[in-house]
């Protein structure tokens, strides 16, 4: 009887051991992929910082341009995912002073601009837009677009200030 209480507590401490192991080495594991995950992350955020220079931000020649609220329909294949959109532009010149002839407060700049913003969301699909490298050549698209349709290089850049894909 005294042999088999020996026995016992044996492998009772020997499975003690082995769950103290196993837990240690779960541990280990779990901080080694938190470090990873954490290094990962700090990565991709330097990979988000702004593409500005501190002149284009402190440059009294330009104005914000605040588009608010835009949505489309997306080019999915589905056809049932759609985009809202907020953009503020960083436009050449002093911002003009709104006319208050217009009831709607928008000018033919502005339509202008959201058509061409439009044109250009409007093939997009869901998928490229969900990415980094998406947003980045969305980005340039309607710089491009926008220019086009005003008929001179005034968008400087664009910040989204609202992205929601749904």
Not at 6 to 33: C, F, H, Q
Not at 155 to 164: A, N
């Amino acid at each position: 009887m005294a042999e088999e209480e020996k026995r016992e507590k044996k492998k009772s401490k020997k499975s003690i051991l082995l769950i103290v192991i196993v837990l240690v080495v779960l541990i280990a594991l779990a901080a080694g992929a938190f470090l990873f995950l954490k290094k990962g992350s700090s990565n991709s955020s330097k990979n988000t910082q702004p593409i500005q220079s501190e002149s284009v931000i402190n440059d009294k020649n330009m104005h914000i341009k605040n588009l608010n609220n835009i949505i489309v329909n997306l080019a999915d294949p589905s056809g049932d995912r759609y985009l809202k959109i907020s953009l503020a532009l960083v436009m050449n010149g002093k911002a003009k002073p709104s006319s208050g002839g217009e009831s709607s407060g928008d000018t033919l700049e502005d339509a202008a601009i959201k058509n061409a913003i439009i044109t250009v969301l409007s093939t997009k699909t869901s998928d490229n837009l969900l990415t980094l490298s998406g947003k980045e050549e969305l980005r340039k698209q309607l710089i491009k677009a926008i220019n086009k349709a005003l008929g001179e290089d005034v968008v400087k850049d664009i910040y989204f200030t609202d992205f929601i894909v749904q």
